[in-house]
């Protein structure tokens, strides 16, 4: 059974940084895809950044471009999202989750989710 837990959420001021993590049990994250994903209040759930198991190919929605960075320590069984310079339209829970893919690609659709982590960004 795959299990994923963030951490990393938090109340910050307009400008300020958060690093969000991920950390995988159950399964070798190594050949899994990962996804950020965020839902806020009264609206759907958007994917915000994707990385390939490798790390090689990443995607970042419009709005977070220049600003969160996506990343993975295989090894360690764990992924990351650098927020940097926040703003408060980035209020939202934050979930992570992973689909097992045989190459080393991107995907559209997601198996596995871990519970979000709540971030609060004020003005």
């Known amino acids: 059974q795959v299990q994923l837990v963030e951490s990393g959420g938090g109340l910050v001021q307009a400008g300020e940084s958060l690093r969000l993590s991920c950390t995988v049990s159950?399964?070798?994250?190594?050949?899994?895809?990962m996804g950020w994903f965020r839902q806020a209040p009264g609206k759907e759930r958007e994917i915000v950044a994707a990385?390939?198991?490798?790390?090689?190919?990443?995607y970042y929605v419009d709005s977070v471009k220049g600003r969160f960075t996506i990343s993975r320590d295989n090894a360690k069984n764990t992924g990351h999202l650098q927020m940097n310079s926040l703003k408060p339209e980035d209020t939202a829970v934050y979930y992570c989750?992973?689909?097992?893919?045989?190459?080393?690609?991107?995907?559209?659709?997601?198996?596995?989710w871990g519970q979000g982590t709540q971030v609060t960004v004020s003005s």
């Open positions: 990385i390939s198991w490798s790390g090689g190919t990443v």
């Open positions: 159950g399964r070798t994250l190594s050949t899994y895809a």
């Open positions: 989750a992973l689909r097992w893919t045989l190459q080393d690609t991107m995907v559209t659709e997601y198996d596995y």
